[in-house]
């Protein structure tokens, strides 16, 4: 500790003490952080919706009101529940319907395409199952 005569500390020996985070370093956190968030607003809302969808397909596989249904039963029964949850991204043309044994086997493979900025974009492929 450097101090004059007066007995006050000189600034150049408290300046190199000092430690912590400066104004840029804080700034560039914070503008990281930003873009993970706006990343995340952007990528959570598809995985929802792809649980509801697998979530939606068992239901509709497990429903006794459809154990002797048709496929055009199903398609409809799907697009009533679609309804409800918001789901956009699967039409039940989509759906890959099939019997085995007693039970219904429903199915699909579907893309979502999430804009980013400008023209980048993320893809996400999803293949729900009620196997």
């Known amino acids: 500790m450097i101090s004059n005569a007066s007995g006050v500390r000189s600034t150049k020996a408290s300046l190199r003490r000092q430690r ?10 914070c503008i990281v952080l930003l873009l993970l968030a706006l990343l995340a607003f952007r990528v ?15 239901g509709l596989a497990e429903d006794p009101a459809l154990k002797d249904a048709r496929r055009a039963d199903i398609v409809k029964a799907w697009y009533a529940r679609a309804n409800v949850d918001s789901i956009t991204s699967l039409r039940g043309e989509d759906i890959s319907i099939e019997r085995q044994g007693t039970a219904w086997v429903l199915s699909a493979d579907y893309s979502v395409k999430v804009p980013l900025v400008g023209h980048a974009n993320l893809c996400f492929d999803f293949h729900p199952s009620t196997k």
Not at 44 to 58: G, S
């Open 44 to 58: 959570v809302p598809v995985y929802i919706e792809y649980f509801i969808i697998q979530k939606q397909l068992k």
């Open 20 to 29: 912590g985070v400066t104004l840029t370093g804080m700034i560039m956190a």
